[in-house]
């Protein structure tokens, strides 16, 4: 199955700095990639997606690139803020199709 | 985005009873959903692939007996933890495939199980 690795667990940054988070995964036959943002408690949001036969998204603050070759993609924020503190997890969807493999998610702390 | 419900929020039981929880989607018809456990500060982890009217599908290392999930309209999945004890105690999550789009998932508000 497909096995996703993501770094770094916890991240802290000024307000204002950007954020990078990283993920690789095995399986080629991955083609969709999710990012979630989990706020305590709570449950994931999707905040960016990526379709393998893109290579870079954008959203306003975030960003998502992907490297097919290399089997890594990664999650960019820019102009942090407070609430943008909370735990990212990415995903990949493996050889199914439908199943998501997730991270095991990074923890960011925006400091004012 | 599309809308999952899920319920109970919380619940806390004895040792040895059993809990059911339910899964919606209240704006679209999921014939996938999924359920996931999550430790504190850990990540998702997917114990089985709910199938509108057909068994689920178990990820290694689940006990289908344990964890029985039920699948039985395109709107419904429940979850029911048979004989509860304090190991089960943990954050239960299911999720469904939007109409939309065959890949995104959204996600219910999460069930906290505490096992006395």
């Known amino acids: 199955g497909e096995n996703v690795e993501q770094h770094p667990s916890t991240l802290s940054v000024q307000e204002g700095d950007s954020a990078v988070i990283k993920c690789t995964y095995s399986?080629?036959?991955?083609?969709?990639f999710p990012w979630y943002k989990q706020e305590l408690g709570k449950r994931p949001q999707l905040i960016i997606d990526?379709?393998?036969?893109?290579g870079e998204k954008k959203d306003q603050r975030i960003a998502v690139t992907l490297n097919k070759t290399a089997k890594h993609f990664s999650l960019h924020i820019t102009e942090t803020q407070p609430e943008d503190s909370a735990v990212y997890f990415c995903?990949?969807?493996?050889?199914?199709?439908?199943?998501?493999?997730f991270g095991t998610g990074t923890s960011l702390t925006v400091i004012p | 985005g599309a809308v999952v419900s899920q319920h109970p929020s919380r619940v806390i039981c004895k040792s040895g009873t059993s809990v059911k929880i339910e899964c919606r989607s209240l704006d679209f018809q999921a014939t996938t959903m999924f359920w996931y456990r999550q430790f504190p500060k850990q990540s998702l982890m997917l114990m089985a692939t709910?199938?509108?009217?057909?068994?689920?599908?178990?990820e290694q290392g689940v006990e289908k007996d344990k964890f029985l999930i039920n699948h039985a309209s395109l709107t419904l999945s429940t979850l029911t933890v048979t004989s509860a004890h304090p190991e089960d105690s943990s954050f239960y999550i299911c999720?469904?495939?939007?109409?939309?789009?065959?890949?995104?998932?959204?996600f219910g508000a999460g069930t906290r199980l505490s096992v006395l």
């Open positions: 995903a990949a969807n493996g050889n199914t199709g439908n199943q998501f493999y």
């Open positions: 990526i379709r393998s036969n893109v």
């Open positions: 399986d080629s036959a991955s083609n969709y």
């Open positions: 999720s469904a495939f939007s109409g939309g789009d065959k890949n995104i998932q959204y």
């Open positions: 709910s199938n509108e009217g057909s068994k689920a599908t178990y």
